[in-house]
């Protein structure tokens, strides 16, 4: 079989066992089991249990190579200190979220992953720490001149996204995780009295 073809399998079956398991709850044999392979053959192509974690992550940040989808169209604000319309930001929350439907297995391990890289020695400590410090910048961003505190609201959206999300991968997946994570972001971001205009010209 094709090496990278090869590789891919191994980091997919990770994906799941780890998912399941947990970092510390899978073993290098149980994956090579898994995959038809020897411990050997499978470290062949990783080295060692912390560097399939790192190619895990990698894997993650390939398949999300922006925290914002690229594919997400922004309307700039026609009025006060925002510059993105409370459409186009709500439009960006809610294609991060179709992204996480997706791709329940991945979401799981992030989710089990997350938990575990709490304690500092966890070999992921450092990503995470990482990887939320640029996701909160990014969403205190496109929130500024929305609401009062915009690094707040930022961690209550994460928190919201991640809390629902969990929820949802518990339920096996029984509910509308899109539809009750927008009813969650109109409670951080509600509408303004006054609705922004759409652009339409229409004599006074």
């Not at 709850?25 to 470290?43: E, M, P, S, W």
């Not at 192509?45 to 894997?59: M, P």
């Not at 989808?69 to 809610?94: H, I, K, N």
């Amino acid at each position: 079989m094709d090496p990278e073809v090869r590789r891919q399998q191994i980091l997919e079956a990770a994906i799941r066992l780890i998912g399941q398991l947990g970092y510390h709850g899978f073993t290098v044999q149980k994956l090579a089991q898994q995959c038809g392979l020897t411990n050997g053959g499978l470290l062949h192509y990783f080295g060692s249990k912390e560097q399939l974690l790192v190619s895990i992550l990698e894997e993650r940040d390939r398949r999300e190579a922006e925290i914002i989808p690229a594919d997400v169209e922004f309307q700039q604000a026609t009025s006060g200190e925002a510059e993105y319309s409370r459409a186009s930001v709500l439009r960006m929350f809610r294609a991060i979220v179709a992204r996480s439907i997706a791709q329940p297995e991945l979401l799981r391990l992030l989710i089990v992953l997350q938990s575990e890289a709490l304690s500092r020695e966890h070999p992921a400590h450092d990503y995470f720490l990482r990887r939320e410090g640029m996701v909160l910048a990014e969403f205190a961003n496109v929130l500024t001149g929305h609401v009062e505190n915009p690094r707040g609201a930022a961690r209550r959206i994460l928190a919201l996204m991640g809390g629902l999300e969990q929820q949802w991968l518990r339920a096996d997946q029984a509910f509308d995780l899109a539809a009750e994570c927008d009813e969650a972001f109109a409670l951080v971001l509600p509408a303004t009295a006054a609705p922004e205009p759409t652009g339409d010209c229409h004599a006074l």
